[in-house]
């Protein structure tokens, strides 16, 4: 029997890390012309990740991961015209549309007469609570939560400050490293719905996810059929 | 009779105007080589406000900002290394030490024995929790909230999550706009500190404020005896 059941949102019901894909396309072909294209490939990731202590995640340290990283891959060469195109870049992705994932609303629909739903997304609470907004989805969701990471401990004192037992408890998400592991780790239970893009920071290796049980799922359109069956055990 | 006081944090605990007063000096000597001092003066504060729509507020804001600011007044003659110094004054403000006011530690930890207490911040959600690690203030409050804006409907759905009724509330901050007439206008109570430096964006005309009850004080060693004779009220 499940007490509540929660979601992640950044690619659990909502495109999010295309948009960054996107952006990182552009952001290669701006610097194409000052070296050839290929070279520090993977810089822009590597300075994210090492940025994450002092900006945190979200739009807009990734715009200011995308500056210091230009300026870094072209020497010091790049135009103010050009950091002028990447500070636009990152305003069109706050800006963007929310386009939700086939099966969202309608599941969340059907889940949120039977179960109280919660929202768990890690990141700026700023773009998170315009990006739900937007979303039109608030309104199936009893508890919002924006968390700085997602570990054992954060999912605890979610669980505490909701009184529900880990055991009674369903997280959904795309992120094996955020959404799954540390749901089990603390005694939960978790639906795991890749998504075809996974940034490099929230991969894990394959032994990591083998120790510990969790349902795959395709889509989530097939959770509710799941959510009946777990209900009745 | 008082259920909960709460406390703004930037300003009201810890110095946070001055460091960002700080940062536009330096980003204005940056400037001065690319033209002649006192030009363009209120620009950078006129971008930031334009910005709080797509950025919402913090450092990161504050310096993506200061790089639309600064190519936008040098007409794009900026050099990438003038805009890597202005990424680091981001940088450094983000790993500022907090610099507490007098008299805070000893009221909060006076008040704590006989109140629950709350921490309402607005601002970035990753930026403020990392300050009030660094503080060593958690400990006093029972609950900590960061909101995306300080309305009266913000801090009604606060007051409604935990339960206290407005005349029983007590808020305490430096900010006019944001801590003292959203709280008066749900009829709660609030004590007004005045800080040196105040923002563009938080000043309020005086006719807005005269309407108004609220108590000013001079600094926080003054609250424990206004909350003793509230108490007795």
Redesign the interface.
Known sequence: MLDMIAFDADDTLWHNESRYLEAKDRFKQLLSTYHSPGWGENRLDETEIQNIR????GI??F??SM??T??EL?D??????D??EI?GL??RM??AEVQLFEHVEETLAKLARDYPLMLITKG????Q?RKIERSGLAQYFRHIE?V?EKTGASYRVLLEKHHVEPHRFLMVGNSMRSDILPVLEIGGRAVYIPYQHTWLHEQVSTDETQQHEYVELEDLGQLPELVARLGKQ
């Open positions: 002092s900006y945190g995640y807009k340290s715009t200011l500056i210091e230009a300026i072209t010091g060469q790049i135009t103010a015209r950091i002028e500070l990152g305003k706050l800006e700026d609470l700023f773009e609570q924006v700085g």
